[in-house]
Nanobody, 118 residues
């Protein structure tokens, strides 16, 4: 059974930083592209933030480029997202996901909340 467990969210002021983590299990992590997506408003659609291929090639949504950094540790089955220079509009629930947009970013974890507020 695929399990994805996010952690590391919290409340920060604008300009602050957070590091999100996602522990993966139940599949061969090193062979899969992994995604970070976010949901700014409960019940609204998921927004793609970033993804990283098995070898480490990373892609970012334009608004997070040069602020967020995705990485992975295949030996530990861990996915990370470093969030720097946070803005109020980055406030959202952040999810790590195994599936891409064609399958609704499923399966995904339970999410970790990031709140950016002064």
């Amino acid at each position: 059974e695929v399990q994805l467990v996010e952690s590391g969210g919290g409340s920060v002021q604008p300009g602050g930083s957070l590091r999100l983590s996602c522990k993966a299990s139940g599949f061969t992590f090193s062979e899969h592209t992994m995604y970070w997506v976010r949901q700014r408003t409960a019940g609204k659609g998921l927004e793609w933030v970033s993804h990283i291929g098995p070898g480490g090639t990373a892609y970012y949504e334009d608004s997070v480029k040069r602020r967020f950094t995705i990485s992975r540790d295949n030996a530990k089955n861990m996915l990370y997202l470093q969030l720097n220079t946070l803005r109020t509009e980055d406030t959202a629930m952040y999810y790590c996901a195994l599936g891409d947009v064609t399958v609704g970013y499923r399966p995904r974890g339970q999410g970790t909340q990031v709140t950016v507020s002064s």
